[in-house]
């Protein structure tokens, strides 16, 4: 058996060719340390790193200064969290965030919680959306930073940014957004957006892995971090350690491909994931589509197959690699908590299977998977005695549930 067809592009993505070629003369050829300020070999290097940085600081609207590298978006949200909440001490202690957010904001949220500050983690409704009322709501005066994620890395939903930033900035109060899966897919902005700190990561946009970034606002307001790795001082103090000039020069061309490419890629991605999305809502009845249709990634798709579990399914379709719940959590049996916050019953949330197209996905290979799923499903659901019985009992509940609202 060949290779699966890799569709799990929110885990993390492979490395643009074009953005290997960029790196390979920043191994033994160009290697120098960009803070050797003495000779040609530093100068290159420090050049190399410059010129990724503009292109990264470009994609997202921000000027190059505004950018520090860091090991990737795990790192960046760890900056951003932990650094304000110890430089803003003295103003607040609350901090206010979503419960569907990565792991990387709510693990942070928790370690801040075991030091004493408070977090008030709102709720979102059915379709994964947070409601810009409720964040207004979750303000107070000792509030010092919201955090909300800009696209969902389980479910692709996007959030109502714009409308939460000016809800956040109108109280004088800095947002954060993990954007990991949004930078290089749709058009993310710090101006327009209104955002203060913004995390994300190469290996998410086609380059390499173990290298990210965190932007961080220089005026209106200028925002104060306390560093997290101290060291020789390096990105202006807040980030020492030294760089990874080739991964840094990777994640810079990445960046110039996905703003030359983003909008074109992105509206075949959605063509090829509506196309998937509608054979197997076609083919196959009760396949429930999990967040919001309108507000999302345009190569994400998040469904389960009513009477079919994702793991049982994943061992039927060896030949597709995708997701159950979500990658960082998979290691635990408990549905995730993501689809758990849409109000999932917990058998449609561990059947749940996460779909990330990417790239390189051909359409073949997208006809390829709908036909495997399809043929997986129909094998499945016929094993299972249990199936039909609880087709009807999701029928009621759902009828129930309507009369309900
Ligand atoms: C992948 C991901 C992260 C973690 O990024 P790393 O670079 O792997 O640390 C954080 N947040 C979201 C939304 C992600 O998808």
Redesign the pocket.
């Known amino acids: 058996m060949g290779k699966p067809v890799y569709l799990d592009h929110?885990a993390t993505t492979p490395v643009d060719p074009r953005v290997l070629q960029a790196m390979l003369p920043y191994f033994s050829e160009k290697f120098g340390n960009p803070a050797s300020r003495n000779h040609a070999f530093g100068w290159e290097a420090e050049q190399a790193v410059e010129h990724a940085r503009s292109r990264i600081a470009a994609l997202i609207g921000a000027s190059p200064r505004e950018m520090i590298f860091t090991s990737?978006?795990?790192?960046s949200?760890n900056l951003a969290l932990k650094g304000v909440a110890e430089a803003y001490q003295g103003r607040g202690d609350h901090i206010v965030t979503v419960v569907t957010e990565?792991r990387?904001v709510l693990d942070t949220c928790r370690r801040l919680e075991a030091r004493g500050l408070r977090v008030t983690y709102l709720p979102v409704d059915r379709e994964g959306l947070v409601n810009p009322d409720e964040v207004r709501r979750a303000i107070t005066e000792r509030t010092i930073l919201v955090s909300v994620?800009f696209a969902n890395?389980e479910i692709g939903v996007i959030q109502p940014i714009r409308e939460i930033s000016r809800v956040v900035r109108e109280r004088g109060v800095l947002f954060h957004s993990?954007a990991?899966?949004a930078v290089g897919k749709i058009p993310v902005h710090v101006e327009e957006d209104g955002i203060d700190l913004l995390?994300f990561?190469a290996?998410?946009l086609y380059g390499p892995k173990g290298v990210?970034a965190l932007y961080v606002r220089s005026r209106n307001p200028r925002v104060e971090l306390v560093p997290q790795i101290d060291g020789g001082g390096h990105e202006r103090g807040l980030r020492s350690g030294t760089l990874n000039v080739p991964a840094i020069v990777g994640f810079g061309e990445a960046c110039a491909i996905c703003q030359r490419e983003m909008e074109g890629e992105g509206q075949r991605l959605a063509a090829l994931r509506d196309r998937l999305m509608n054979r197997l809502l076609a083919e196959l009845d009760e396949v429930v589509i999990h967040g919001s249709l309108k507000h999302r990634l345009p190569n994400n798709l998040n469904l389960s197959f009513l009477g079919v579990e994702a793991t049982t399914l994943m061992m039927n379709v060896k030949e597709l690699a995708v997701s159950s719940g979500s990658a960082c959590s998979s290691a635990t049996p408990e549905p995730s908590h993501v689809l758990r916050a849409l109000g999932l019953p917990a058998d449609l949330a561990r059947g749940a299977i996460r779909i990330g197209l990417g790239r390189f996905n051909t359409e073949e290979e997208i006809e390829y998977a709908a036909g495997r799923l399809i043929e997986a499903v129909r094998k499945l659901r016929e094993q299972s005695p249990i199936y039909q019985t609880m087709k009807e009992k999701l029928r009621s509940a759902s009828d129930a549930g309507r009369q309900n609202c």
């Open positions: 929110h990737g978006a795990t790192e949200v990565h990387a994620m890395n993990d990991t899966q995390s990561s290996h998410k990210g």
